[in-house]
């Protein structure tokens, strides 16, 4: 079992940043990944960043360019550096746990372990 623990998510202004964090309780094997996944209300939960155990990143279209994800494996934590935050930004992100990393981790159904989510919500 692998629990997940989201922090900084918040209220900021349409431009602005935020850095969240996701910390893990353990990894399950060493060739592993961690995403970041969102959900707005009434909308379908959605592929934001994802990193491998070697470091390998992938982006949704929708953030690349504002968004960083990266890793810390000798913590157990992840990051998702936001920068240029839209009002459509706006959701509840969930970190996300995958023991069998896939071509790009963006595939939802790959990731056996999730958090509970922190609130992003953007100001226009």
């Known amino acids: 079992q692998v629990q997940l623990a989201e922090s900084g998510g918040g209220l900021v202004q349409a431009g602005g940043s935020l850095r969240l964090s996701c910390s893990a309780s353990?990894?399950?094997?060493?060739?592993?990944?961690m995403a970041w996944f969102r959900q707005a209300p009434g909308k379908e939960r959605d592929f934001v960043a994802a990193?491998?155990?070697?470091?390998?990143?992938n982006y949704a279209d929708s953030v690349k360019g504002r968004f960083t994800i990266s890793r810390d494996v000798a913590k157990n934590l992840v990051y998702l550096q936001m920068n240029s935050l839209k009002a459509e930004d706006t959701a509840v992100y969930y970190c996300?746990?995958?023991?069998?990393?896939?071509?790009?981790?963006?595939?939802?159904?790959?990731?056996?372990?999730w958090g509970q989510g922190t609130q992003v919500t953007v100001s226009s």
């Open positions: 996300a746990y995958t023991q069998r990393w896939t071509y790009s981790g963006a595939n939802r159904s790959n990731y056996n372990y």
């Open positions: 353990r990894r399950t094997s060493n060739r592993d990944g």
């Open positions: 990193i491998s155990w070697s470091g390998s990143t």
